[in-house]
């Protein structure tokens, strides 16, 4: 069989962080959302997804193809109905479309069709012959906030996953350990001296050949991908993720970080997600609870306007390649686009657009050629290839961002 993980509507509302990755990239818990799956399915997955995209996340066509919404986290009970499937079968939850089976001569009608939802509202909607209802609980992936969210009961839905059946290398004796040790799980490679790790309220991962520094204060539930590394004494509460590649110092709590991004210094991030490819400057902070307790408003770019999270907690999403210097001061319900390059005194703005340059004194264009060449550089840096279809992806993304960079508030 042939899986196929498409991008359905919510892909528009969690923008900035798939202006550069489709759905299935994102990272919740311990793994990608294709990762959930690919471990569910045990085989590979390709992409559905907007065309400046598709050459880097290539679709596999076959025979017989079964696609499924990205931005729904796989359970057991869903999988094994995905997986009994038959040509032109749907599975729905209400009006939202979890997974369908399609020939590969029905692809040629696959632009002309809508995997959004099966609503009468619809004017578009897939070929079937049969849907069916899935009455199960499952977790929906629509906007940015859902990532930290969610993200603590994916780490011990992935922590199980990952670790079921396994050993966990063994504890140095140098660290202290608070709670049972089966809710430590430690991969070959990963070094850890002088820390304190606390996993009565969740499982710690410790992916292979990370680093954990002497003095760091580790509470679960929290996981650390490979390759990256906890800079000495810093602070990390539950529902915490640092993806591959990362460099982390200071404060966190409840975050959420794709991967090869760096905040290796002082300063407090809460309630957050960040991109890759980001850089933090000494001392930056955000402010994720409103002085008045209020419910955080923040910006959309499916509706072009601010609205309501309906969560007392939310700090900062920032997209991928974005940089800002020591000192930067975010508010509460920060939404930062791709590409951009932050500085100066004073809290931020709460939108700053992809590509902008600057900060409380004023925000100018920052020209898509250069931030190219610092991607360039930065890629180089880590031993990886910026190939032209990555170039094209930026040139779309801001091209297609132009209006954000216009708008006054």
């Not at 990532?147 to 079921?164: G, M, P, R, S």
Request: aromatic letters at 10%.
């Amino acid at each position: 069989m042939n899986y196929i993980l498409f991008d359905d509507s919510a892909r528009n509302q969690l923008l900035p962080l798939t202006f550069t990755r489709p759905v299935a990239e994102i990272r919740i818990g311990i793994m990608t959302i294709r990762e959930k799956w690919e471990k569910f399915l045990a085989c590979g997955t390709s992409t559905l997804t907007e065309p400046y995209l598709a050459n880097k996340y290539p679709i596999e066509k076959g025979e017989i193809n079964t696609l499924i919404n990205a931005s729904i986290i796989p359970n057991p009970e869903l999988v094994k109905m995905i997986k009994k499937l038959k040509p032109n079968q749907s599975i729905i939850s209400g009006e939202t479309i979890l997974a369908y089976q399609i020939s590969g001569d029905d692809f040629l009608n696959l632009d002309e069709v809508s995997f959004d939802d099966t609503s009468e509202e619809s004017d578009e909607k897939p070929i079937e012959e049969e849907l069916i209802e899935f009455s199960g609980e499952y977790t929906k992936i629509n906007n940015p906030w859902d990532i930290f969210t969610f993200n603590e009961q994916e780490i011990v839905a992935d922590y199980k996953l990952l670790t079921k059946g396994r050993k966990s290398q063994k504890l140095s004796s140098t660290n202290l350990l608070i709670g049972d040790e089966k809710n430590l799980f430690i991969e070959e490679g990963a070094v850890i001296e002088g820390a304190t790790i606390n996993v009565n309220d969740g499982p710690v991962y410790v992916a292979e050949n990370t680093e954990i520094m002497e003095g760091c204060l580790i509470r679960g539930a929290f996981a650390l991908c490979s390759h990256a590394q906890l800079k000495m004494g810093a602070k990390i509460y539950g529902g915490t993720t640092i993806g591959p590649y990362s460099k982390i110092g200071g404060e966190l709590n409840n975050v959420v970080i794709f991967g090869y991004s760096n905040k290796a210094h002082d300063g407090f991030f809460g309630n957050s997600v960040i991109g890759e490819w980001c850089n933090i400057g000494a001392d930056s902070n955000t402010s994720n609870l409103k002085n008045t307790y209020d419910s955080v408003r923040i910006w959309s770019y499916a509706s072009q306007t601010f609205i309501n999270t309906n969560l007392q907690f939310c700090g900062t999403i920032m997209g991928d390649h974005v940089k800002c210097g020591i000192n930067t001061m975010f508010n509460t319900g920060t939404m930062i686009g791709v590409c951009a390059n932050i500085f100066g005194s004073g809290y931020q703005r709460n939108f700053i657009p992809s590509f902008a340059w600057g900060g409380t004194a004023g925000l100018a264009t920052y020209s898509s050629s250069k931030a190219i060449e610092v991607a360039k550089r930065v890629w180089e840096r880590r031993g990886i290839e910026f190939t032209k279809y990555d170039e094209k992806i930026l040139n779309s993304i801001f091209k297609n961002t132009h209006h954000n960079r216009k708008l006054k508030f």
